[in-house]
């Protein structure tokens, strides 16, 4: 099996302890406090700059972009909250442009499964 990089390491910690706070935080109280998502945006543009320097810039902005936007316009047009718009674009910075996606399509999925279960129970 191999080993995991210092940034590898720290991206994991960071997004597994990110995420677990917003669910616990959202499942209480119905909401996701900007005072979680923007300290961990601006962690993960300070991480990429850290580990990947220029690169990593480029990647945390894609990974914003792409996390924020898309959740953006779906918030927009009434299918995503709010709290799931900051959500996606906390943990951008932190995966990338491609991450980010691969994240989307399996969220979709489980979405689906979720609700044509509930369609059908």
């Known amino acids: 099996m191999p080993e995991?990089?210092?940034?590898?390491i720290v991206m994991l910690v960071a997004v597994v302890l990110f995420t677990?706070?917003?669910a616990i935080t959202d499942l209480?109280?119905?909401?996701?406090?900007?005072?979680?998502?923007?300290?961990?945006?601006?962690a993960g543009l300070?991480?990429?700059?850290?580990?990947?320097?220029l690169e990593?810039?480029?990647?945390?902005l894609a990974g914003f972009a792409l996390g924020f936007g898309i959740f953006f316009v779906l918030w927009m047009i009434g299918t995503a909250g709010g709290g799931d718009v900051k959500l996606m674009?906390?943990?951008?910075?932190?995966?990338g442009g491609m991450m980010i996606l691969k994240v989307m399509f399996v969220s979709l999925i489980f979405v689906t499964v979720g609700t044509g279960a509930i369609i059908v129970g």
């Open 46 to 53: 300070i991480y990429q700059l850290t580990f990947y320097r």
């Open 89 to 95: 674009g906390a943990l951008g910075p932190w995966l």
């Open 20 to 22: 677990l706070v917003a």
């Open 4 to 8: 995991l990089t210092a940034a590898q």
């Open 56 to 60: 990593g810039l480029w990647t945390a």
């Open 28 to 42: 209480r109280t119905r909401k996701i406090p900007n005072k979680l998502t923007a300290p961990m945006c601006v």
